[in-house]
Nanobody
């Protein structure tokens, strides 16, 4: 069973930075797309950033220029560097990996940005 564990969330003031990290229990990242979604109460989970097996990146328009996604296949990690944070970035952030047949999710980490 694949397990994804996120870390790095917390409380930060607007304009600050946080770095989220996600580590997988096995070597599952190498051939698959991985990334981050976020969710706020009453809203659907939305894509924040993804990085493909070819290292192509996709970002939500709302985070372009502020967030950077990176992966380390040898360490089975995917990180999300978040700069210039805004109160609207407040959410639970979930790491995921998309395989051919299933999507695995982490348990989520809370990010709170105060104004």
């Amino acid at each position: 069973q694949v397990q994804l564990v996120e870390s790095g969330g917390g409380l930060v003031q607007a304009g600050g930075s946080l770095r989220l990290s996600c580590v997988a229990s096995g070597s599952i990242f190498r051939d698959n797309s991985v990334g981050w979604y976020r969710q706020t109460p009453g809203k659907q989970r939305e894509l924040v950033a993804t990085i493909t097996s070819a290292d192509d990146t996709i970002y939500a328009d709302s985070v372009k220029g502020r967030f950077t996604i990176s992966r380390d296949n040898a360490k089975n990690t995917v990180d999300l560097q978040m700069n210039s944070l805004k109160p609207e970035d407040t959410a639970v952030y979930y790491c995921y990996v998309r395989t051919t047949y299933v999507v695995y999710w982490g348990q989520g980490t809370q990010v709170t940005v105060s104004s």
